[in-house]
C-alpha cells in the first residue's frame, strides 16, 4: 500500500491514458519519472513515519526498516515498467514481471526449506530483501530493453507551480485511492474495534479468497483492455462499442464461473490447507463473493468511465459508496457481527453498480 499510494500518488492512472496514446509516449514518461524524483524525498520521509507508526518497538530497527523501504521502491518500479509495458501492449512481457514479482520470493523459500529443513523469519525477511533486488535487475532490463533505453532518461525536479499544476490534475485520481481502499480497509478496522483480531483474522481470510475474482479480472482483462480501447478511441481507429461488448462479455462468463467454482472447491479447499474451523463462516464467503461479482461487473462502466475521461464522475461515484459502507458498517457489524460487514460490502457495491452504470449509459448514449 505504502510503495503504490505514497510513492505514486495514482501518477500511472493518468499516465495510463498519455502513454496508450502512443503519442509523444517517452516524453510523458519523463514527466511521470520527474514527478516521481520530485516528490520521492517526502515519500521516504512518510514512509519512515508511518514505519515509526507501525512497527511494533521491539522488531523496530535499522535492518528491518531499510528491507522496507527498499522493497517499497523495487515494488513500486516493477508495478510502473508492467503498466508501461502494458499500455505499449507488450502484454506477455507485462505478465512475466507480474509473476516475477511472487514468484522469485516463492522459489528462494522453497529451495531454503529443500536445503536447510527449516526456516525461520528472519530467513524470509533476508529472502524477501534477496528476492527484491533480483526483481530490480530484471524490472531494470526490461525497462530499459522494451520501453525506453535508461541512458536515455531525462529527469529534473519539477518546479513548485509544476508539481501544483500536476497535484491539481491527480486530485480526482487521489480521492478516488483513497476512497476505494478506504472501503477495503474499513470493514477490518471496524471489525477489531467491536469484536477482536481473531473476527478480523477470519474476515480477512475469507475476503481473500472473495476478491481473488476481482484481482483476476482486473489483471486479466481490464487492463488489457484499457490500452486498446483507449488508443480506438482517442484515433477512432476501430470499433469502440464491439471491444466494449468483448469486455463485458469475458466480464460477466469467468466471473460466474469463477464465483461458481469457489463455491464448489471452496470446503475441499480449506480441508486441504487445514482450515475445517472456517466452514462454519462459509455463509461469509459467500456474501463476499456475491460483493465482488457486483464490483466485477461494475468494471464495465467504470472502464467506459475511465476512457472517455469521466474522472470527477468516478470519483464521486467513490466518494458516494465510501461514505455508504462506513455508515453500513456501523450498524450492521453491530446487529451481523462479521457478516454484517460484507453485507456492508454488497450494499456499497450494489451502489457503485447502479450510479456507475447511471453515468456509463449516459456516456454510451453519445458514443458513435
Not at 37 to 52: G, V
Not at 164 to 176: A, D, E, G, S, Y
Not at 269 to 297: A, D, P, R, V
Request: aromatic residues 20%.
Amino acid at each position: 500500500m505504502i510503495s503504490v499510494y505514497i510513492y505514486g500518488l495514482e501518477y500511472y492512472m493518468y499516465g495510463n491514458r498519455e502513454v496508450a496514446k502512443k503519442i509523444d509516449h517517452v516524453n510523458k514518461i519523463q514527466e511521470h519519472l520527474s514527478f516521481f524524483f520530485t516528490l520521492s524525498p517526502f515519500a521516504l520521509i512518510i514512509q519512515f513515519l508511518f514505519l515509526l507508526y507501525l512497527i511494533p518497538n521491539e522488531i523496530l530497527n535499522v535492518y528491518t526498516i531499510v528491507i522496507i523501504l527498499f522493497a517499497n521502491f523495487c515494488d513500486y518500479f516493477n508495478q510502473e515498467v508492467y503498466r508501461y509495458l502494458v499500455m505499449l501492449q507488450n502484454i506477455r512481457k507485462a505478465n512475466f514481471l507480474l509473476i516475477a514479482k511472487s514468484g522469485i520470493f516463492l522459489l528462494l523459500v522453497l529451495l531454503f526449506y529443500f536445503f536447510f529443513n527449516e526456516i525461520e523469519i528472519y530467513n524470509i525477511v533476508s529472502l524477501l530483501l534477496i528476492s527484491y533486488f533480483i526483481l530490480f535487475i530484471i524490472t531494470y532490463r526490461y525497462f530499459s530493453i522494451y520501453v525506453m533505453k535508461f541512458n536515455k532518461v531525462k529527469v529534473k525536479f519539477l518546479s513548485i507551480k509544476e508539481l501544483r499544476n500536476v497535484v491539481k490534475f491527480l486530485m480526482p485520481f487521489i480521492l478516488l485511492m483513497i476512497f476505494s481502499k478506504g472501503i477495503e480497509f474499513f470493514d477490518k478496522f471496524a471489525i477489531e474495534q467491536f469484536y477482536g483480531a481473531k473476527e478480523v483474522g477470519i474476515y480477512s481470510f475469507l475476503f481473500s479468497i472473495a476478491s481473488m475474482i476481482y484481482i483476476f479480472v482486473t489483471s486479466g482483462f481490464y487492463i488489457i483492455y484499457l490500452p486498446e480501447l483507449i488508443y480506438i478511441y482517442e484515433n477512432k481507429a476501430g470499433d469502440f462499442r464491439k471491444k466494449m461488448f468483448d469486455y463485458s462479455k469475458v466480464v460477466v462468463i469467468f466471473s460466474l464461473l469463477l464465483v461458481i467454482g469457489i463455491v464448489l472447491g471452496i470446503e475441499f479447499l480449506l480441508n486441504l490447507i487445514g482450515k475445517t474451523e472456517l466452514i462454519e463462516n462459509i455463509n461469509l464467503l459467500y456474501l463476499l463473493l456475491g460483493s465482488y461479482f457486483l464490483l466485477n461487473i461494475a468494471t464495465i462502466p467504470n472502464l467506459l468511465l475511465y476512457v472517455t475521461k469521466k474522472d470527477k464522475e468516478l470519483m464521486l461515484v467513490s466518494g458516494i459508496v465510501f461514505v455508504i459502507n462506513v455508515v453500513a458498517n456501523f450498524f450492521l457489524i453491530k446487529l451481523y457481527s462479521i457478516e454484517g460487514a460484507a453485507i456492508s460490502l454488497i450494499i456499497s457495491y450494489s451502489v457503485n453498480l447502479l450510479v456507475t452504470s447511471y453515468f456509463g449509459y449516459k456516456v454510451w448514449k453519445k458514443i458513435e
